[in-house]
């Protein structure tokens, strides 16, 4: 099998970055529910116990910050995920100008650069 051409690895390239941001996007969406979530409990909300100690209520509020910090990193990783994107978009338009590829590299090539 002869090794894939830089088309064919410019397009997996993009095409793992756009899987990864959307992954990044749900992972954001969960984070959010659980906050929405143990924040309902922490003020006092659905599930709490009125006889509950304060050690359990520390223990809810810490899950909450770390909750909240989890979000935030996740939030980070975007503006450099979406700048590793654009350059491989660039990288794949010039492999697809350059030419001397596969019909079926092409389509699929194009096909990646709709998507993303």
């Given at each position: 099998?002869?090794?894939?051409?830089?088309l064919a690895i410019a397009t997996s390239s993009l095409q793992r970055l756009?899987?990864?941001?959307?992954?990044?996007?749900a992972e954001l969406k969960q984070q959010e529910?659980?906050?929405q979530?143990?924040?309902g409990r922490v003020e006092g909300g659905a599930g709490v116990e009125p006889e509950e100690d304060e050690e359990e209520r520390?223990?809810?509020e810490f899950g909450l910050r770390q909750e909240r910090q989890a979000l935030e990193e996740t939030?980070?990783?975007?503006?450099?995920l979406r700048e590793r994107i654009a350059t491989a978009r660039e990288t794949l338009k010039g492999q697809l100008e350059a030419g001397a590829s596969s019909e079926e590299d092409v389509k699929?090539?194009?096909e990646v650069l709709?998507?993303?």
């Open positions: 099998m002869p090794p894939p051409s830089p756009v899987k990864e941001e959307a992954s990044y996007h529910q659980r906050i979530k143990l924040q520390g223990n809810r939030k980070k990783i975007f503006p450099g699929k090539a194009q709709k998507q993303s």
